[in-house]
């Protein structure tokens, strides 16, 4: 399932997508309202997630529009911080089929996008997902396997691997992976992340062999890279 993301706040964003992407969905992100209209000119989405306050409109009109206007039918949730009952009562009364409060938390977020996909008669997809070959991501099982075999890793490690191949290229600190990954402050002074990523490189092969590597970028983060198989 192809999920379109509303939400002008990077961090936001960037939280989101890991979310989704860890359960093996298809995301989408976009900063403002403008640039999600022209996204679905060329793009089916089968779901939306759309934030309340943003930076050229008001994510309630959107929905509104989507709904009387471009008669858009898939499934709607709604994300504001405001936790007012006027206020969910107008969004779900505006087109929206779900609220959801901030902060957001992982498992609650998760658990209405898969339980709205089910209701709507859609939903992550069973069958492992490709991310980069040959690698490939089983959502259900918490697995990522590369080529016919599976490694074993801990939750924590999934995740943490998860937001590394929906993020191929970039770099991320060590501050953003402890605040996505762990939910603790980036600020704090932890060997955590490097002894995960250690861990990662290990299991997952991400050498350099198979046309990726997990690169240690000084003083900085982290960056998983394309590379040439044994480069």
């Given at each position: 399932m192809h999920i379109g993301v509303l939400e002008d706040d990077p961090d936001q964003q960037t939280f989101i997508e890991h979310c989704l992407v860890a359960q093996g969905y298809t995301v989408s992100s976009f900063a403002r309202a403008s640039e999600l209209r022209r996204a679905m000119q060329q793009t089916l989405f089968d779901f939306l997630i759309i934030d309340w306050r943003l930076p050229d409109g008001c994510g309630m009109d959107v929905v509104e529009h989507l709904r009387q206007n471009d008669g858009w039918k898939g499934p709607i949730l709604f994300i504001t911080a405001s936790q007012g009952e006027d206020?969910?009562?107008?969004?779900?009364?505006?087109?929206?089929?779900?609220?959801?409060?901030?902060?957001?938390?992982?498992?609650?977020?998760?658990?209405?996008?898969?339980?709205?996909?089910?209701?709507?008669?859609?939903?992550?997809?069973?069958?492992?997902?490709?991310?980069?070959?040959?690698?490939?991501?089983?959502?259900?099982?918490?697995?990522?396997?590369?080529?016919?075999?599976?490694?074993?890793?801990?939750?924590?490690?999934?995740?943490?691997?998860?937001?590394?191949?929906?993020?191929?290229?970039?770099?991320?600190?060590?501050?953003?992976?402890?605040?996505?990954?762990?939910?603790?402050?980036?600020d704090l002074s932890t060997r955590t992340v490097d002894t995960h990523i250690s861990r990662l490189r290990r299991k997952l092969e991400l050498d350099g062999r198979h046309g990726l590597r997990l690169k240690s970028v000084y003083q900085s983060g982290y960056r998983l890279e394309t590379c040439s198989p044994n480069e």
């Open positions: 206020d969910v009562v107008q969004a779900l009364e505006q087109g929206a089929d779900d609220f959801l409060a901030k902060p957001l938390r992982p498992k609650e977020l998760t658990a209405r996008v898969n339980a709205l996909g089910r209701r709507l008669g859609q939903g992550a997809e069973p069958t492992a997902m490709v991310l980069a070959a040959p690698y490939s991501l089983d959502s259900d099982r918490r697995q990522i396997h590369i080529m016919e075999s599976s490694a074993e890793l801990t939750e924590r490690e999934f995740r943490l691997a998860s937001l590394l191949f929906s993020r191929v290229g970039e770099l991320l600190t060590r501050a953003h992976l402890l605040e996505l990954v762990w939910g603790i402050k980036g």
